[in-house]
Nanobody, 124 residues
Framework: QVQLVESGGGSVQAGGSLRLSCGAS????????FGWFRQVPGKEREGVAA???????SYAESVKGRFTISRANTKRTLYLQMSSLKPEDTAMYYC??????????????????WGQGTQVTVSS
């Protein structure tokens, strides 16, 4: 069955870096585009970055220049490299897959499959 599994979350000091990974199985990876979302309790899930099937990325303004989304089709893995982390980046991070098209502006409802999330905590 379709499965997305995130890893790489953790606790870091402000200014630090983390790389999130999302392993995919159960569907044709190359046909899908992907997004990274984050959510804090009491707030809506927000798009952080997205990448289309051709590898073109898009980013939320709040992370532009600090985060990099990438995909390794042969490894069936999506990545989010996060640098210069800030306390306001603290959230549960989710990867999501869509058979349609992906930009960071696409809402969560547009995605077909979701991972279980990985927690990122940035302390000041």
């Amino acid at each position: 069955q379709v499965q997305l599994v995130e890893s790489g979350g953790g606790s870091v000091q402000a200014g630090g870096s983390l790389r999130l990974s999302c392993g995919a199985s159960g569907f044709t990876f190359n046909w899908y585009c992907f997004g990274w979302f984050r959510q804090v309790p009491g707030k809506e899930r927000e798009g952080v970055a997205a990448i289309d099937s051709g590898g073109t990325p898009s980013y939320a303004e709040s992370v532009k220049g600090r985060f990099t989304i990438s995909r390794a089709n042969t490894k069936r893995t999506l990545y989010l490299q996060m640098s210069s982390l800030k306390p306001e980046d603290t959230a549960m991070y989710y990867c999501a897959a869509s058979r349609a098209y992906c930009t960071v502006a696409r809402p969560p409802v547009a995605y077909d499959h979701w991972g279980q999330g990985t927690q990122v905590t940035v302390s000041s």
